[in-house]
């Protein structure tokens, strides 16, 4: 278990200028956590690099993009894009003429899953293959990028890879029931890590999430040591998620959100960190609060611990900036209803017994439970039914603002990195809005 290493301080260093080369290794996709480093850097003057995972073809075949996708790609960065597919995870890669692990879990339905078994030596061949794909790719993408970073330039990587869910409708259905059931719908998340197919997605998830963090580290070491043997600094960065100190009874306090069921490879993901920063490279996982985006909104409840940064702003020293954003949050919610009515829901369920079971760091992550589901899913319906549309909610305009006040910290802190595994929590991020805003 990681050590909580939390900064505190808003870093104000910079070593990154025009000439530099900031890597996104990982494809843009809408609005992220990586959008304010790729402003940052390109602030800074910093050429901006990306690659593409590449898309499927109608025999789900990986391909390069087409020049269109290519052009629209490249747009979107606002940078040039290595055009070699850098898909992660194995699901979709089989030797050739066997099946494939999405092929292998044709059989499991929601009546049968728990009870269905795969063949671990296939879904080893399978997981080789995919590795291999991978990692060839990633040194033809290196071998493009050595020709773009000239000598004594400072370069970072940034890793943005993360999923690794296979495409079969029988998890959409368990997924409802785990991360959204209540009472009769309820599913507990350990009958799932239990069960082979379970046990499939988390090996795929390390893939994804953690294991290409380690492969591009390696397969830049010769990169690597050419632009620092000429004065150059390179730097790696990691998007992880291990619970966040938000305010709780005026003291910030670590919560975590239940069942995160990719924590283990977030886990992983922080130990590579480590093992590299041992040997001397540079890589920092900046473990980030719990926001509102397309992919987290199946986790009903990830959303609540975004409210106490209101409280936090002001408690930062906000002043009339923070009282705007307060202010913007109370025109969202239907009439009659306050937004400090809000934040006490929000007080009355961090200090519901059954939530404080757990804050728990060392157990992390723990399994859902069905009070727990009672409680989070309940209070999140409750409150979503505060607002006056569910598609405009105060968590729309938290979560924009934990993204704006992400990115200076992650590219400042990398200018000299104080730790393997940090964690961005909310009271430096209220620090940096105000200090942004002030």
């Known amino acids: 278990m990681t050590e909580l290493t939390p900064l505190r301080?808003?870093?104000d260093q910079n070593i990154f200028k025009g000439g530099d080369v900031f890597v996104l290794f990982g494809e843009l996709f809408g609005r992220g956590y990586v959008n304010g480093l790729v402003d940052e850097a390109r602030a800074a003057g910093m050429t901006i690099v990306g690659i593409t995972v590449g898309r499927r073809d109608d025999e789900n075949k990986l391909r390069s993009l087409t020049a269109e996708e290519h052009a629209e790609?490249?747009?979107?960065?606002?940078g040039r894009i290595i055009n070699i597919p850098m898909m992660a995870g194995f699901d979709l890669d089989a030797p050739e003429g066997e099946a494939n692990p999405t092929d292998l879990l044709a059989p499991f339905t929601i009546k049968n899953w728990q009870e269905q078994k795969l063949d671990w030596a296939q879904i080893e061949r399978c997981r080789e293959v995919g590795v291999k794909r991978f990692r060839d790719s990633l040194a033809r993408v290196v071998a493009e990028l050595d020709g773009m970073i000239p000598d004594g330039a400072n370069a970072i990587f940034a890793h943005t890879m993360a999923g690794g869910i296979p495409k079969v409708k029988v998890f959409?259905?368990?997924?409802?029931?785990i991360y959204k059931g209540r009472g009769d719908r309820f599913m507990s998340s350990r009958a799932l890590l239990d069960s082979d197919l379970g046990k499939l997605i988390l090996m795929n998830f390390d893939e994804v999430t953690a294991n290409t963090?380690?492969?591009?580290?390696d397969g830049t070491a010769e990169l690597r040591k050419r632009l620092e043997s000429t004065g150059g600094q390179v730097r790696y960065s990691a998007y992880g998620y291990?619970?966040?100190e938000i305010l709780i009874k005026d003291k910030y306090q670590w919560q975590t959100y239940t069942n995160y069921t990719q924590g283990y490879a977030k886990m992983r993901l922080e130990q590579h960190a480590e093992a590299v920063w041992a040997e001397g490279v540079k890589a920092t996982v900046f473990n980030c609060p719990e926001i509102r985006t397309n992919s987290s909104d199946i986790f009903v409840g990830v959303e609540l611990s975004l409210f106490p940064l209101l409280e936090a702003l002001k408690l930062e020293g906000g002043g009339a900036w923070a009282e705007a954003q307060w202010q913007a949050c109370r025109e969202l919610l239907s009439e009659g209803t306050s937004l400090e009515e809000?934040?006490?829901?929000?007080a009355d369920y961090n200090a519901n017994?059954?939530?404080t079971e757990f804050r728990n760091f060392e157990a992390w992550p723990m399994d859902n439970t069905a009070e727990l589901a009672e409680v989070m899913v309940g209070t999140s319906e409750a409150i979503t039914a505060m607002h006056k549309e569910r598609k405009a909610l105060v968590t729309d305009h938290l979560s924009a603002l934990v993204l704006e006040g992400t990115g200076p910290l992650m590219f400042h802190e990398m200018s000299a990195p104080a730790a393997p595994v940090l964690w961005l929590n909310h009271d430096v991020i209220a620090r940096q809005l105000n200090q942004m805003h002030s």
Do not use: C, D, S
């Not at 959409?172 to 029931?177: E, M, Q, T, V």
């Open 342 to 346: 809000l934040l006490q829901t929000i």
């Open 9 to 11: 301080k808003i870093p």
């Open 73 to 78: 790609a490249e747009a979107n960065l606002g």
């Open 353 to 355: 017994g059954v939530i």
């Open 213 to 217: 963090f380690r492969y591009l580290i």
């Open 242 to 244: 291990h619970g966040t």
């Open 172 to 177: 959409l259905a368990i997924a409802n029931r």
